[in-house]
């Protein structure tokens, strides 16, 4: 039999977002590009029946410090198809790009340029050569936190201009683990991506609710910066560092929105965070800020819940890289689960994972295989983001996703994949082709069952796969089949920012 097409999936409910296309009907792909959306599709190589089943755009997170093969393949089953680390970035790009294209991937990557790497070489004095390792192990050394002298700061800048003239995809901040930095530092940084076209990323500075004596409070810091530079400023994981004073972080970036400026904000639905337990803000004195205590902690590489102010300092000396779930709001709470359904749900508010390293608490395995070795740690978010915001999202909670919920089926998969998508899509041209199902865009598809598509990672199971999620492909190759990994794939390509 002659076929026309590599991969047809027909009979599906196809969404298209940008279009507002939502019809049954047949998709097909050729090579790496989706080739036809409609009825009657040409015989093809692979002609998969995937009625009764959504087909729409692979979701694009863009803040996932999830690293290798095997904690992608977990992104995968979750029904990402590009993964980008934009919130701590890497520095120099240029390296983690030619060691990821050397390695390959099962899914798309990209980098921002680090503002924390390129501070820590110039403050700090540590050479991290990209690796997220060096990184970790140094975000609680007082040197990195320190305010940078003129020539200092004149380093960070030179080094963070010449990233973005290697094509970073912006400037990741995390200016929450060096608060003492002079504000003017932010906005020397947001002038260098206002000037490139491309955003910040920003993990926000302690709002003034925390702490009163803050140098400046870490919503107007974000907004403030993008009014005086005219820059994007992307504000990452406005849940985990707004909390309950979510409604007043809202109505900031309302009103700067609404004066003209671009300000973008992301969530993720969950109640608890996860960091090094070395951050500045989970000092054993600082907890109080958050209304934290050592037990609200939990020190991933044994699991324990820490137990006092004496084991947190230890944990903090030892391993100030070391993983630490933080419970912030209690997502058992009808008011602290309103609270972070009001951020999800804020106008234009980008879902992104925050998904994290997987960690072994008896040693990582040299190469981690499929299925996951046992024991391995993360966040559930990491397995579950996308699954779970399309039940809080596009359900009421009980039946089938897209019978109701908050946003409904449709808004919820423009926040997943479109919108993220179209962030970058102004100095990135391989966005443009992302987050859509169009004819000519790239076949970056998700297959999911509406009716059994749900996140199964919890915090004592932080690496259970999301379930419901029946066929991915990346570049037009299929990466899950019938919802398991297909293990030789490796499809995913670099995604890059064309310089000014």
């Known amino acids: ?3 026309s097409h590599d991969i047809v999936l027909r009979g599906g409910r196809v969404i298209d977002p940008e279009t507002g296309l939502d019809a049954v009907g047949d998709v097909a792909v050729s090579g ?3 080739a036809y959306i409609g009825n009657g599709a040409a015989p093809a190589a692979v002609d998969l029946d995937v009625a009764g089943l959504v087909v729409t755009a692979g979701f694009v997170d863009l803040h996932s410090h999830t690293t290798g093969v095997a904690g992608n393949r977990l992104r995968a089953l979750d029904g990402v198809t590009t993964a980008l680390e934009l919130e701590a970035g890497f520095t120099p790009v240029s390296m983690a790009y030619q060691y990821w294209a050397a390695e390959g991937l099962p899914i798309n990557y990209g980098f921002a340029a680090s503002w924390a790497h390129a501070r820590m070489e110039a403050v700090g004095g540590v050479g991290l050569q990209s690796r997220v390792e060096n990184f970790w192990a140094n975000i609680a050394a007082p040197a990195f936190q320190r305010p940078a002298s003129p020539a200092e700061l004149t380093a960070i800048t030179s080094t963070l201009a010449a990233e973005l003239a290697d094509g970073a995809l912006g400037i990741g901040v995390l200016m929450g683990y060096a608060p003492r930095t002079d504000p003017q530092e932010y906005l020397q940084v947001a002038s260098l991506v206002a000037e490139a076209g491309v955003p910040t990323f920003t993990h926000a500075r302690d709002l003034a609710d925390f702490v009163p004596a803050t140098l400046i409070d870490g919503a107007e810091e974000i907004v ?8 994007h400023m992307h504000y990452c994981h406005i849940n985990s560092t707004s909390l309950r004073h979510i409604d007043r972080v809202h109505d900031l970036v309302s009103r700067a929105q609404a004066a003209g400026s671009r300000v973008s904000t992301e969530a993720y639905p969950y109640g608890s965070g996860m960091t090094g337990i070395g951050a500045a803000f989970l000092a054993p004195e600082r907890l109080h800020e958050r209304g934290l ?10 699991g324990e819940q820490v137990a006092n102010a004496d084991r947190l300092r230890e944990l903090r000396d030892t391993d100030p890289g070391g993983l630490a779930i933080i419970r912030h709001l209690d997502e058992s709470d009808p008011g602290d689960r309103a609270v972070l359904l009001r951020a999800l749900t804020f106008p234009d508010a980008v879902v992104a994972s925050d998904a994290m390293p997987l960690t072994w608490p008896t040693g990582s395995p040299a190469e981690p295989g499929w299925p996951l070795p046992p024991g ?3 966040h559930p ?7 779970r915001s399309l039940r809080v999202l596009a359900s009421d909670g009980d039946g089938d996703v897209g019978a109701g919920g908050p946003l409904g089926l449709t808004e919820t998969l423009r926040r997943c994949s479109l919108l993220p998508a179209q962030l970058l899509g102004n100095r990135v041209p391989a966005m443009r082709h992302k987050g859509r199902m169009q004819p000519g865009c790239d076949a970056d598809i998700v297959v999911f069952d509406p009716a059994t598509v749900r996140d199964q990672a919890t915090y004592a199971q932080s690496t259970r796969p999301s379930a419901g999620i029946r066929h991915v492909l990346v570049n037009g190759t299929f990466v899950v089949r019938d919802a398991a990994i297909v293990p030789d794939a490796l499809p995913g390509q670099p995604i890059r920012a064309t310089p000014r």
Do not use: C, H, K
Request: proline content about 6%; glycine content about 8%.
């Open 1 to 3: 039999m002659t076929t």
């Open 32 to 34: 790496e590009r989706i």
């Open 293 to 302: 205590v050592p037990s609200d902690l939990t020190y991933a590489p044994t």
């Open 376 to 378: 391995a740690v993360t």
């Open 381 to 387: 978010r990491t397995a579950g983001t996308f699954a």
């Open 224 to 231: 403030r910066a993008a009014g005086e530079t005219g820059a």
